[in-house]
């Protein structure tokens, strides 16, 4: 049972548009979550993180949002560079996030195409 | 670099064979982990240690799978018996320490082929 879920494999946005990027979650047990980017070829590039006590992060571009009734965050990307293409991974932790106390539990990633 | 790095960054071997992964951490850092990703797959975690100890080996996928870190530092993953489910990329990743609220760092992994 995937207990990290993005729906959408991929996403198309235009250059200079906001890319909003889901993830919905089912372990409540989750305290700490993160994204990171992916080139081919190349290892998870972390990219930006949230805790469970607060509903919004930014960095730069980047901002997450968590919202924790709903078991759901997004990463907003404003406004996308055609660098932004990749593919997506969310990611969560908690102290029963399986498969051993820190490994993280990731989702099946989300293909962002940024458009000129 | 100051990157984790892992070698080989391709295998190919055939059935049967034993193979051992290499994870080189970033230094300084005490905490690292395994993953794999398989094709079409989100990535899988495996085994993280703290240290040169590995409290928790129930995400490896079998008994074919062991993993050791020696000095606080490198770790090797070592697949025996090798089956072509294994096929798939291996990733290291380390942390600055033994903490869910640190974020892990990847290597490029290792792309492990059998055939």
């Known amino acids: 049972d995937q207990q990290v879920k993005q729906n959408s494999p991929s996403l198309s946005v235009q250059e200079g548009r906001i890319s909003i990027l889901n993830c919905d979650y089912t372990?409540?047990?989750?305290?700490?979550f993160l994204w990171y980017k992916k080139y081919p070829a190349e290892g998870p590039t972390f990219l930006i993180s949230?805790?469970?006590?607060?509903d919004k992060n930014e960095d730069g571009r980047f901002t997450v949002f968590l919202n924790k009734s709903a078991k759901h965050l997004s990463l907003h990307i404003v406004p996308s560079q055609p660098g932004d293409s990749a593919v997506y991974f969310c990611?969560?932790?908690?102290?029963?996030?399986?498969?051993?106390?820190?490994?993280?539990?990731f989702g099946k990633g989300t293909h962002l195409i940024i458009q000129p | 670099g100051a990157g984790v790095s892992q070698s080989p960054s391709n295998k190919v071997t055939e059935k049967g064979k034993d193979v051992e992964l290499r994870c080189d951490p970033i230094?300084?850092?005490?905490?690292l982990y395994w993953y794999r990703q398989s094709l079409g797959q989100g990535l899988e975690f495996l085994i993280y240690?703290?240290?040169?100890?590995?409290?928790?080996k129930s995400g490896l996928p079998s008994d074919r799978f062991s993993a050791e870190r020696t000095g606080g530092s490198v770790s090797t993953l070592t697949i025996q018996r090798t089956q072509q489910e294994d096929s798939a990329v291996y990733l290291c990743?380390?942390?600055?320490?033994?903490?869910?609220?640190?974020?892990?760092?990847f290597g490029d992994g290792t792309r492990l082929s059998i055939l």
């Open positions: 949230i805790s469970s006590i607060k």
């Open positions: 240690f703290q240290g040169n100890s590995a409290p928790d």
């Open positions: 230094s300084g850092h005490t905490a």
């Open positions: 372990n409540s047990m989750f305290d700490y």
């Open positions: 990743a380390s942390s600055l320490s033994y903490s869910p609220n640190q974020p892990q760092h």
């Open positions: 990611a969560a932790s908690g102290v029963y996030s399986g498969g051993g106390a820190d490994g993280l539990t």
